[in-house]
């Protein structure tokens, strides 16, 4: 996040929000499940596999559909060259508006589908040397780098920059609480807010990649 500008932050934290947004809407329409945070479904997988292991196919194949759109969302932003960051939230705005469509005609099975798939081809949208530099459907790396500023802080040795580790954390924990509400209140409506908000993020990532050199 540090070697960011402020306008790349601000985009990152926006769709570390929206991240966090879709993946409430998911966890709630999915009996538990998460459509982006894998390491949480990895735990139920493998805790499903000791306890039945038939129970395990749901979150298998979210962790697949994920990785799924991770490869798509990476292709799409090699294709693309300096607009890497339009095309894939363009991709991610494309997934969650069929998403809402299928959500429509209660499509559940495929609903999720595209939701994972976006959840997985957003964390493309921030790369340096070809790797994703900023995860924004995963708070871990974050907050351990947050944790480590405060330790810094203790041994009066600051680093700078370690508030956009608690603001990246705190957009995808205010996203998820505005995911739940939305669901609670609007159900098939709140995927639709979505869809609307990764293409905002589209038409803001447009004119940072027109101020970057060709």
């Not at 996040?1 to 934290?13: C, E, K, S, V, W």
């Not at 194949?61 to 490869?71: N, P, S």
């Not at 559940?108 to 949208?125: P, Y």
């Amino acid at each position: 996040m540090n070697r960011f500008d402020r306008p790349r932050q601000t985009l990152a934290i926006g769709l570390a929000a929206l991240a966090g947004y879709v993946d409430a809407i998911g966890f709630l329409s999915a009996d538990g499940y998460f459509v982006s945070f894998m390491s949480g479904n990895t735990t139920r997988m493998a805790v499903d596999m000791a306890q039945d292991w038939r129970t395990a196919a749901m979150p298998a194949m979210l962790i697949a559909g994920f990785v799924c759109g991770v490869a798509a969302g990476s292709a799409v932003g090699i294709r693309a060259g300096r607009w890497r960051k339009p095309a894939v939230t363009a991709l991610v705005a494309l997934l969650l508006g069929s998403a809402a469509l299928l959500r429509g005609i209660d499509h559940q099975q495929g609903t999720l589908a595209l939701i994972v798939v976006a959840m997985g081809a957003i964390n493309n949208t921030f790369q340096r040397n070809g790797e994703v530099a900023v995860g924004l459907t995963y708070m871990t790396g974050a907050l351990v780098k947050l944790g480590q500023a405060l330790g810094s802080l203790l041994a009066r040795a600051p680093r700078p920059g370690w508030a956009a580790y608690g603001l990246l954390w705190l957009g995808l924990a205010g996203g998820a609480l505005a995911g739940a509400h939305a669901y609670l209140a609007l159900r098939d409506v709140a995927l639709w807010l979505a869809a609307g908000w990764a293409l905002l993020a589209t038409l803001v990532a447009i004119v940072l990649a027109r101020r970057e050199p060709a």
